[in-house]
């Protein structure tokens, strides 16, 4: 039993480095806590996991990452800015193995870990059986009870990062399910949604890139619930950071727009890639909006 104002009760957070996706999760993904990331496929979910990992091993910290998709690729985490060499790799082949895994890894203090996913997530006593074996909710009856043993090790100080699909639902009104069960969303302090938006295109109209939406659906641990930010990724690994700061100065008013052309005090060019190339050949002016941006 402690008091309410008890120090250990406080956590630290994990930055992802995006400003405006640090301001949507109030600093970062905390540590102590488990955070739910879901999301249809190929929307930016495991990578923005990753630039926890990257953020994480910046600081010195150690990373783990539970593969239960055998979705590991080295040469894309290496190019997404994780240090592969320093991060703990698991390739459980039952959901028991995944989550007493997770519990080891907790235990020795690992800063982050990332689940990826509960939907690869298979329990023994399905796994043993043939393929025909399917009973009611085996999924969803083995995680939820699985969850919750693994808290009492969460307060050692690991940020745990669980990734999930989503499915389609049966009936006249479409909504997004996960495999897993409903009680993963009340035991998480915070999901944020993930989604595909429109496509960054080139001159040619090859596809560059597209917009991550980040939706923050639940928190308990601060940030702005209900609240969502767009980041472009580009194909090739990463997040746009240049032009993110170039979108949330337009969003503030700083920079303004007209048709092509963008405007910012005296200077005047036409399109984004303009205005990108001003800012990186006048590195003062670009310290000078990110300034503008915070205030």
Sequence with gaps: MKYGSDKSLLFDRVAFGIESLDKLVGGGIPKKRMSLFTGPPSSGKSYLASQAVVSEQK??????WIDTELSWDPVWMERCGVDIDKIYLVQPTTGE??????KV???????????DSIAGIVPTAVQEEDFSYNPVAWQAR???????KLFPSLKNGSALIVINQVRS????????NMPGGVAQQFFAHFILQIRREGWIEDADKNKMGFDIKISCKKSKVGGQ???????PFRLEGGIDLLETVIREALDKGIIEQARAWFKWGDLKVIGMKGVKE?????????LELESLIKE
């Design 169 to 176: 639902s049966l009936g006249p009104v479409s909504l997004d």
């Design 278 to 286: 001003y800012l990186i050949n006048n590195p003062d002016k670009k």
């Design 225 to 231: 619930p209900y609240q969502s930010c767009t980041v």
């Design 59 to 64: 600081n010195g910290g150690v990373a783990a």
């Design 142 to 148: 083995f995680v939820n009870q699985s969850i919750p």
């Design 105 to 115: 890894l907790m235990n020795e203090k690992v800063g982050v870990i990332v689940l």
């Design 97 to 102: 193995e995944a989550f007493d895994t997770i």
